[in-house]
């Protein structure tokens, strides 16, 4: 079994200030981990990935996570927001063992304040 | 990545009516995977689609209410029958990496409102 939680539902940062997004999840197996995010009718992207080789993870326009395997946790984290930041996250789960299918969190809403 | 496209990409419909939904890729895939979005929430799997195989469906969607075709490797659709405002949603479908399994790629979705 695997599920995520994204703590925070939404979140509001200033442009030019850090962003912290964060994830806990839960799975049976070593854990694939993504980030996925959605802009305004528009599909899913793919920021960055976590597949069991190194722990901190660098995906596109500026962002980052860190597995932390102690804690579960999964956070994203960008050192400077811009605007076109403000979007839809998901945090998603799945299980190297197999197992295809993605777990998504439920979101979280970032908004940018200029 | 694969390039995913979807027709139509919105549409209004009556309610007891069925759409049916395209998802065209510009590679080969094995699985595909079909997605609804309730207005917001998050994203549920409704079913995995194989090339020359049935569907699996996962707790709560049937066949009778989402059939699925998968006549080839680059080409599924998804039907929504006898629809009512509860399946206003966003549809998206996926396809499986080529270099990594566990990692999807999405479409851009199509955005079904139920009158």
């Known amino acids: 079994a695997q599920s995520v939680t994204q703590l925070d539902s939404h979140v509001s940062v200033s442009e030019g200030t850090p962003v912290l997004l964060r994830c806990n999840y839960s799975?049976?197996?070593?854990?694939?981990l993504f980030w996925y995010v959605q802009h305004p009718n528009k599909g899913l992207q793919l920021l960055l990935k976590?597949?069991?080789?190194?722990?901190l993870v660098k995906g596109i326009n500026g962002f980052e996570a860190e597995f932390k395997k102690s804690e579960t946790s999964f956070h994203l984290t960008k050192p400077s927001a811009h605007m076109s930041d403000a979007a839809e996250y998901f945090c998603?789960?799945?299980?190297?063992?197999?197992?295809?299918?993605?777990?998504f969190g439920t979101g979280t809403r970032l908004t940018i304040i200029p | 990545s694969a390039v995913i496209s979807q027709k139509p990409s919105r549409d209004i419909c009556q309610r007891g009516t069925s759409l049916t939904i395209q998802c065209q890729v510009d590679s080969q895939v094995t699985m595909m995977f079909w997605y609804r979005q309730q207005p917001g929430q998050s994203l549920t799997l409704i079913a995995t689609?194989?090339?020359?195989?049935?569907?699996?469906?996962e707790s709560g969607f049937v066949i009778d209410k989402f059939p699925i075709s998968r006549p080839n490797l680059t080409f599924s659709t998804l039907t929504v029958s006898n629809m009512s405002p509860e399946d206003s949603s966003i549809y998206l479908c996926?396809?499986?990496?080529?270099?990594?399994?566990?990692?999807?790629?999405f479409g851009p979705g199509t955005r079904l409102t139920v009158l």
């Open positions: 689609a194989n090339q020359g195989s049935e569907a699996t469906y």
């Open positions: 996926s396809v499986e990496s080529a270099s990594y399994y566990n990692e999807q790629f």
């Open positions: 998603v789960v799945s299980s190297n063992f197999g197992n295809e299918k993605l777990t």
């Open positions: 976590y597949t069991s080789a190194a722990t």
């Open positions: 799975s049976s197996y070593s854990p694939s």
